[in-house]
């Protein structure tokens, strides 16, 4: 469960634009727990591609595109988000339930200090 991953897709329009993003599962929790999230992925539109920006913000999200233009703004209720893997629905927590999961986060290193002067190189 720990590399499990989380598919979301909006689509806008009449259903002919859209684009879907893959996040782990601790920015899931994240996302639930109405955190700033953001990510850029693709975006598709009568058979082309381009640039679109997922915001997530206090279980909100903003889709825009590379021009700036809006495409979608909604609740966490109106993403399809389902299993990266397996394409079961994922379930949609509360904030609350959000709050109450443990997820491990990968330990930030700090970086190795300098030597003392005259103690190696």
Not at 5 to 29: F, L, P
Not at 97 to 115: C, D, G, L, Q, Y
């Amino acid at each position: 469960m720990a590399n499990k991953r989380v598919r979301m897709r909006v689509s806008w329009g009449n259903g002919d634009a859209g684009s879907e993003i893959v996040v782990r599962r601790s920015q899931w929790i994240a996302i639930c727990r109405g955190e700033a999230v953001l990510r850029t992925a693709k975006g598709w539109y009568e058979g082309k591609s381009f640039s679109i920006y997922w915001s997530f913000e206090d279980r909100q999200l903003h889709v825009t595109n590379d021009e700036g233009g809006d495409c979608v703004f909604c609740g966490l209720d109106s993403i399809g988000v389902c299993d990266a893997e397996t394409g079961e629905p994922e379930p949609i927590l509360s904030r609350q339930a959000a709050e109450n999961v443990k997820v491990r986060r990968r330990p930030i290193v700090p970086p190795h200090p300098p030597h003392p002067p005259g103690k190696g190189t």
